[in-house]
């Protein structure tokens, strides 16, 4: 079991730029979210999705955040364009259903 | 506004002794309790879950659930400084398993 795989696990980027967050979740969950973690507001659910498709997304900031599921291992998180106060450690997590979450190791997410 | 709280400690405990980690939450319908133990820079990693009122053991480790008074515990028997972590308490809302409401976490310190 190689656990829920996210990259990159840095990522600096300016302001204004595109940013791309990757995940492939454990084989067989089906289920996947998008977490988000500040010293600030803690662990904030962004989305998530069952069976490839999104369920709740009342969590995603704003319009600049998207986030797609194309395929059973694999999904993407979105920020276009990117701003400062969204630096933050964003989280990929899966679960079978009524099960607790397995995260990935996370992305660390500098804009400047 | 449903909450999740907990202190921030940190909490210091000597090393052999009990360390004891309490969460209190708001919404009277949530049934899925969950304490996560993050290490500096890491992922959340599950520890436990209870979903039922009384204790629930496996190893060093009892979750305590009143449902009553809303409150959730977590208890480490034998604290070995490898448990020095920020222990993070997850609630469920409503009717939805995987909506999860997560406190700012506990940072606990074992002092050898």
């Known amino acids: 079991d190689a656990g829920v795989i996210q990259s990159p696990r840095h990522e600096v980027t300016e302001m204004g730029q595109e940013v791309t967050l990757r995940c492939k979740p454990i084989?067989?969950?089906?289920?996947l979210f998008w977490y988000r973690q500040t010293m600030m507001r803690g662990l904030e659910l962004l989305i998530y999705?069952?069976?490839?498709?999104?369920?709740?997304d009342s969590g995603m900031p704003e319009d600049r955040f998207s986030a797609k599921m194309p395929n059973a291992s694999f999904s993407t998180l979105k920020i276009q364009p990117s701003e400062p106060r969204d630096s933050a450690v964003y989280f990929c997590?899966?679960?079978?259903?009524?099960?607790?979450?397995?995260f990935g190791n996370g992305t660390r997410l500098t804009v400047t | 506004q449903k909450e999740v709280e907990q202190n921030s400690g940190p909490l210091s405990v000597p090393e052999g002794a009990i360390a004891s980690l309490n969460c209190t939450y708001s919404d009277r319908g949530s049934q899925s309790f969950f304490w996560y133990r993050q290490y500096s820079g890491k992922s959340p990693e599950l520890i436990m879950f209870?979903?039922s009122n009384g204790d629930k053991e496996d190893g060093r480790f009892t979750a305590q659930l009143n449902k009553a008074s809303q409150y959730v515990s977590l208890l480490i028997r034998d604290s070995q400084p490898s448990d020095s972590a920020t222990y993070l308490c997850?609630?469920?809302?409503?009717?939805?398993?995987?909506?999860?409401?997560w406190g700012a976490g506990t940072k606990l310190i074992i002092k050898p």
């Open positions: 209870i979903y």
């Open positions: 999705f069952n069976n490839n498709v999104p369920i709740d």
């Open positions: 997590a899966s679960s079978l259903q009524d099960s607790p979450l397995h």
């Open positions: 997850a609630v469920n809302i409503g009717d939805s398993n995987y909506q999860l409401i």
């Open positions: 084989s067989g969950h089906d289920y």
